[in-house]
């Protein structure tokens, strides 16, 4: 079974730029989320979605951050503009069910300079 | 607020070693709990999920147990091998499936 893909693995931007990142979770799983995980702290959830709906975006900056999931399959994640704190790694993971086992990706390493 | 706390946030063990690492949480309205292993710049890999009405899970050389009317759990190691080195991370899931982690216990098994 294949896991959960994210693209890019690594970004280098400048501060003010815009960035994408893209997710694909395994097959079937109807929820999918996305996390920060800055250095040395443990991930915290930024949206959910079940489906192609919105669960959660309580902790999702609006300002500068968007996400979106089509289709209910892959998702997006976007930040326009960056800030230097914005430097993180994102993970995406998804869930068949949304109080089941959650599988993550291995994660995009963006840093704002 | 859910908060959940690791402790120790480090451990340095000899090859062999038995160990435990423990996970706590202040409420204790939880649906499951899930450990993971996290490598340097990978994403994180699953380890056990125990759902609130089980008291523990065993794969392998691991053991997670839990109490949630005093909101904890422990993952247990036996026989550590230097193949363990990880940051090894607990997340408390809500009835919606949100996940809320500690900051992680980095583990060093020396050979």
């Known amino acids: 079974e294949a896991g959960v893909a994210q693209s890019p693995r690594y970004k280098i931007i400048e501060k003010r730029q815009s960035v994408a990142f893209w997710c694909n979770p395994i097959?079937?799983?109807?929820?999918l989320y996305w996390y920060q995980q800055i250095l040395g702290q443990g991930p915290k959830l930024l949206i959910q979605?079940?489906?192609?709906?919105?669960?959660?975006d309580s902790q999702l900056p609006k300002d500068r951050f968007s996400a979106e999931r089509l289709k209910g399959v892959d998702s997006t994640l976007k930040i326009q503009p960056a800030k230097l704190e914005d430097s993180a790694v994102y993970l995406c993971?998804?869930?068949?069910?949304?109080?089941?086992?959650?599988?993550f990706g291995q994660g995009t390493r963006l840093t704002v300079v | 607020k859910q908060e959940v706390t690791q402790i120790p946030a480090a451990l340095s063990v000899p090859e062999g070693e038995n160990l435990v690492l423990n996970c706590s949480f202040t409420?204790?309205?939880?649906?499951?709990l899930q450990w993971f292993r996290q490598d340097p710049g990978k994403g994180l890999t699953s380890l056990l999920l125990?759902?609130?009405?089980?008291r523990e899970q065993t794969s392998g050389r691991l053991n997670a147990s839990l109490d949630k009317s005093s909101g904890r759990s422990t993952l247990y190691i036996a026989a550590s091998q230097p193949g363990d080195s990880a940051t090894y991370l607990c997340?408390?899931?809500?009835?919606?499936?949100?996940?809320?982690f500690g900051k992680g216990t980095k583990l060093s098994v020396k050979p």
């Open positions: 993971a998804s869930s068949f069910l949304h109080s089941g086992e959650a599988f």
């Open positions: 097959s079937g799983h109807a929820t």
């Open positions: 979605f079940q489906n192609n709906g919105v669960v959660d």
């Open positions: 409420d204790s309205a939880i649906y499951n």
């Open positions: 125990i759902q609130s009405s089980q």
């Open positions: 997340a408390v899931g809500g009835s919606q499936g949100n996940l809320i």
